[in-house]
């Protein structure tokens, strides 16, 4: 019996697919062909095919690789402390104790607020007049006088790390603790007739059983972090003297500044940057479900 073809399925995908081909790969195209462009809204005059100058350009700023290293350090602390602290609250989350769906809920709130919201709140926590951070610094007498923390070379890089763990802990709580009710607890209870200690079960049996989860969830948050501009953007600009400016505050600025072919060129970089940081990840994992 042959089977009818039909063309609704195609019609009732068609929608989706042109929204993407709209929103992702036409912007994509652009700013590939943009970055191989002198594409300065401001000189539009002489707006035109520069080859690789706008790479060449990226390869001797010090700013490029200034930011460059700054998103590294911003990513690795970032990311790492999101998921150290996201999987013990998922941890403590998964055990039974009165209020747990109230705690549930509230330890969502930092991952619902917008960034841009983030970022103006927390940039009044780091206030060095008014800041209640300052206040209670003071009160426990830990430092003698107000400290302007996002106005400090020494102390802005480390106040936005701070903002950033703060908002992505719950992200990682969330999906770890999915991926921990999804454990059989058939398991526990064998290990625990054989004698094994909460450390052994943790090692032994929690993270095996969830390792694809956090695999999924490290890889996108390390994309999320690594092109991240809300936060930062609303606290400090990158500033001061460019302490806290990651590559993605760097391009957005450079967008700005309506030089979009440089900042094409930089977006382009991160994103191979970020495609070759991913494929030994991607080796390894499939390596070891094979």
Same mark, same amino acid.
């Given at each position: 019996?042959?089977?009818? $073809?039909?063309?609704?399925?195609?019609?009732? @995908?068609? *929608?989706? +697919? #042109? &929204?993407? /081909?709209?929103?992702?790969? %036409?912007?994509?195209?652009?700013?590939?062909?943009?970055?191989?462009?002198?594409?300065?809204?401001?000189?539009?005059?002489?707006?035109?095919?520069?080859?690789?100058?706008?790479?060449?350009?990226?390869?001797?700023?010090?700013?490029?690789?200034?930011?460059?290293?700054?998103?590294?350090?911003?990513?690795?602390?970032?990311?790492?402390?999101?998921?150290?602290?996201?999987?013990?609250?998922?941890?403590?989350?998964?055990?039974?104790?009165?209020?747990?769906?109230?705690? $549930?809920?509230?330890?969502?709130?930092?991952? @619902?607020? *917008?960034? +841009? #919201? &983030?970022? /103006?709140?927390?940039?009044? %926590?780091?206030?060095?007049n008014f800041g209640v951070l300052n206040d209670?610094?003071?009160?426990?007498?830990?430092?003698?006088?107000?400290?302007?923390?996002?106005?400090?070379?020494?102390?802005?890089?480390?106040?936005?790390?701070?903002?950033?763990?703060?908002?992505?802990?719950?992200?990682?709580?969330?999906?770890?603790?999915?991926?921990?009710?999804?454990?059989?607890?058939?398991?526990?209870?064998?290990?625990?007739?054989?004698?094994?200690?909460?450390?052994?079960?943790?090692?032994?049996?929690?993270?095996?059983?969830?390792?694809?989860?956090?695999?999924?969830?490290? /890889?996108?948050?390390?994309?999320?972090?690594?092109?991240?501009?809300?936060?930062?953007?609303?606290?400090?600009?990158?500033?001061?003297?460019?302490?806290?400016?990651?590559?993605?505050?760097?391009?957005?600025?450079?967008?700005?500044?309506?030089?979009?072919?440089?900042?094409?060129?930089?977006?382009?970089?991160?994103?191979?940057?970020?495609?070759?940081?991913?494929?030994?990840?991607?080796?390894?994992?499939?390596?070891?479900?094979?």
């Amino acid at each position: 019996m042959v089977k009818k $073809r039909t063309i609704w399925p195609y019609v009732l @995908v068609a *929608p989706a +697919v #042109l &929204i993407i /081909l709209c929103v992702v790969f %036409i912007p994509v195209i652009n700013a590939i062909i943009m970055s191989f462009q002198h594409y300065d809204l401001r000189r539009p005059k002489e707006i035109g095919f520069n080859g690789i100058s706008n790479y060449a350009a990226a390869c001797k700023d010090t700013l490029f690789w200034g930011s460059l290293f700054r998103t590294i350090v911003w990513v690795v602390c970032g990311v790492g402390f999101q998921f150290l602290f996201g999987f013990i609250l998922a941890l403590l989350l998964n055990t039974e104790f009165k209020g747990r769906g109230v705690v $549930r809920a509230v330890s969502m709130i930092p991952w @619902v607020t *917008p960034g +841009v #919201l &983030i970022g /103006l709140m927390w940039r009044w %926590i780091y206030d060095g007049n008014f800041g209640v951070l300052n206040d209670l610094l003071l009160q426990f007498h830990i430092i003698s006088n107000k400290i302007p923390f996002l106005s400090l070379v020494k102390t802005a890089f480390p106040s936005v790390i701070v903002t950033i763990i703060w908002q992505g802990i719950p992200f990682f709580a969330l999906m770890l603790l999915a991926a921990l009710q999804g454990v059989p607890s058939d398991i526990y209870e064998a290990s625990s007739i054989d004698g094994a200690s909460s450390w052994q079960k943790l090692i032994l049996i929690t993270i095996p059983s969830i390792k694809n989860t956090i695999f999924v969830t490290v /890889l996108l948050r390390v994309i999320w972090v690594a092109n991240s501009v809300d936060v930062i953007f609303n606290m400090t600009e990158g500033g001061p003297a460019y302490s806290t400016q990651t590559l993605s505050v760097y391009i957005f600025n450079k967008g700005n500044a309506l030089n979009l072919g440089y900042a094409s060129a930089m977006a382009l970089l991160l994103a191979v940057i970020l495609l070759f940081a991913a494929v030994p990840y991607l080796k390894m994992n499939f390596r070891e479900d094979t």
